[in-house]
């Protein structure tokens, strides 16, 4: 199953960007969501995480920042940043695995998209 990213790019420093995952016939009613990033050289890490069910999870590091909302209808995953700093600087990955929980954890994925890069700038 493929899943697509769009909407990364460049951005200044306490501005907004709303990347968005998609794909034409993923069931993402059944399967839990998250949001990853990754900077080079460093280990992925997850941003924020959708269960099943809507409930939602996300690092400290994003926490009344971010928000990870999904459109079942749609098949399509959002994450939307707000008081972007330097350090949101990434290749920002959504993910994707059949069950309830939305783990932190990126070895509980086995369904990935291409990644969006990320850019912000002070």
């Known amino acids: 199953v493929q899943l697509v990213e769009s909407g990364g790019g460049p951005v200044q420093a306490g501005g907004s960007l709303s990347p968005s995952c998609g794909t034409p016939t993923y069931p993402y009613s059944s399967h839990s969501l998250a949001w990853f990033r990754q900077v080079p050289g460093q280990e992925r890490e997850g941003v924020a995480g959708?269960?099943?069910?809507?409930?939602?999870v996300y690092a400290d590091s994003v926490k009344g920042r971010f928000t990870i909302p999904k459109d079942n209808a749609k098949n399509t995953l959002h994450l939307r940043m707000n008081s972007l700093n330097s350090e949101d600087t990434a290749m920002y990955y959504c993910a994707a695995r059949y069950g309830v929980i939305a783990t932190m954890n990126r070895r509980d994925y086995s369904n990935w998209g291409q990644g969006t890069q990320v850019t912000v700038s002070s």
């Open positions: 959708i269960y099943d069910y809507g409930y939602t």
